[in-house]
């Protein structure tokens, strides 16, 4: 049985009447007024991936230990004919960003059926190979209007759910508790609220199909088309209290107070000078809307800033730092290898010694970063976006493995034809094969001269082109600036 309970559309104060533990909650304020051992299941309706939208939203919740999980959509449709439209790609994007970040929560989205009550189908839709959600809900109505209550209605939703490819363990159970209203059928009929009776047997029916899911959810507390729901129904709320109750609930004993706005080590900024902030190892570290020097001292730590122009020092390669897009100039120094996370409006990256000969790589991600590596050998990438790269010193290795983008020029600031070398991903740079460049497939001009010109470098300009097919009807793309008339030649480059 579950130990988690779920309604949609009420109070933490109200559901806990019902003997409800997981609350719907789309603020952090709302999540830290919950009673003492209630979790929360984030409400985000967001289908587009990693946005600054979602990144917005999710943000205030990292390190809040009444978080549960997130509710991504409810319902999302793949063909966007039925309901919000949403890619399993999208979904994917959103539910990583969330493990990446959240450690340990979880992602959860409701499941729409594209056949009907009798054959439904889950087919081509989502299911944890393509989205990484953990849980998947599984509702069937089967209190309705025009007859004897089809209960088997149930069992043809479950299986279509695992024919779909998701896991029963995955599954979570999705109970009617609402009725009348403006709400249909598929059968043109009514939803009609169930008896303590029909709960029951709803109940039962799932619990042999879907023995011990993560949480059940009771739809709904709240009225949404003019329903009777589970909130303005007393024999209703009795049922429940009585079923949630009825089963060992969470042992709430770990659970920590809600955290504050602020670190759990912090010195007071003054006006004159930033902030600065140090981390116990594997902590969530939140600035303080100033300009903020953070360190994260031991283990992978998160760090978030809240404004301005902020300073973070990472020494471990799990760190992860979290800015949102106009949130300041900030800035990422490093003593070991790091990559910024994706989302993360970063606008410098560096070593924290520039002096220093330790081999450091050094990797951005997809907004425009200025990314300078020390006097050792570096790797330098600025994985798209108007990058500026600096190996500053050494044997450095500058990547180009992002897909090319019209506009994404990364200009490499210091390139040393004698010490250096271009990195170039086959799959981004079709038609190179791994190894050294040939040199018939690198050419100096301001455009290629044969079919098996592919890297064209301007010398007049600096700029540095990849062509596809040479004198073909392909348009070169320019990738990369390098400084005004180098003695390039092919043995700069290599391809991977």
Do not use: C
Not at 80 to 106: F, M, Q, R, V
Not at 127 to 142: C, E, K, L, R, S
Not at 443 to 459: K, P
């Amino acid at each position: 049985m579950a130990t988690l309970h779920y309604t949609s559309g009420g109070s933490g104060a109200d559901i806990a009447t019902a003997g409800f533990n997981l609350a719907d909650v789309s603020s952090v304020d709302q999540l830290n007024a919950l009673p003492a051992g209630m979790k929360g299941l984030v409400w985000l309706g967001e289908t587009n991936g990693t946005t600054a939208s979602f990144i917005q939203k999710v943000t205030p919740f990292i390190g809040n230990p009444k978080v549960f999980g997130f509710f991504l959509v409810d319902e999302p449709d793949p063909t966007g004919k039925w309901g919000t439209y949403a890619s399993a790609e999208n979904l994917k994007a959103e539910s990583d960003w969330i493990h990446s970040h959240l450690p340990g929560t979880k992602t959860y989205i409701t499941m729409m059926s594209l056949g009907t009550s009798a054959n439904p189908d889950f087919s081509n839709t989502y299911n944890p190979a393509n989205t990484h959600i953990d849980y998947f809900g599984v509702d069937a109505y089967p209190v309705r209007t025009g007859g004897v209550i089809d209960y088997n209605m149930i069992d043809r939703y479950v299986a279509a759910a695992k024919a779909a490819g998701i896991p029963v363990s995955q599954m979570i159970p999705g109970y009617q508790a609402f009725g009348g209203g403006n709400y249909n059928t598929d059968t043109g009929g009514k939803y009609v609220v169930p008896t303590a009776a029909q709960e029951q047997t709803i109940i039962d029916h799932f619990a042999k199909l879907v023995p011990s899911p993560a949480f059940d959810y009771a739809y709904a507390w709240g009225s949404q088309q003019g329903d009777t729901a589970l909130g303005q129904s007393p024999a209703l709320k009795a049922f429940f209290l009585q079923h949630n109750k009825s089963v060992d609930n969470l042992d709430h004993s770990g659970d920590a107070p809600a955290p504050t706005t602020t670190p759990p080590v912090i010195s007071t900024p003054s006006t004159s000078a930033p902030s600065t902030v140090t981390s116990p190892s594997h902590h969530v570290f939140n600035g303080t809307g100033s300009a903020d020097v953070i360190h994260g001292t031991t283990g992978a730590d998160t760090m978030i800033g809240y404004g301005y122009n902020d300073t973070y020092y990472v020494n471990n390669a799990g760190d992860k730092v979290v800015e949102l897009a106009g949130s300041g100039r900030d800035t990422v120094l490093a003593s070991v290898t790091y990559a910024l996370s994706t989302g993360s409006a970063i606008e410098r990256l560096a070593t924290t010694n520039p002096s220093g000969t330790a081999a450091i790589d050094l990797t951005g991600n997809e907004f425009s970063q200025t990314v300078t590596g020390n006097a050792g050998n570096n790797v330098i990438n600025g994985r798209g976006g108007h990058d500026i790269l600096r190996g500053g010193g050494g044997n450095d290795v500058f990547v180009f493995d992002s897909v090319l983008k019209t506009g994404d020029v990364a200009k490499v600031a210091d390139f040393s034809v004698i010490h250096d070398k271009i990195q170039l991903d086959h799959n981004v740079f079709t038609g190179l094969h791994v190894g050294p460049l040939a040199a018939g497939q690198f050419h100096v001009g301001a455009s290629a001269h044969d079919s098996t010109d592919h890297i064209i470098y301007n010398s007049s300009t600096g700029a540095l082109y990849f062509d596809s097919d040479g004198i073909g009807g392909a348009h070169q793309i320019q990738f990369a600036a390098l400084s005004h008339h180098l003695p390039l030649t092919a043995s700069s480059f290599t391809v991977a």
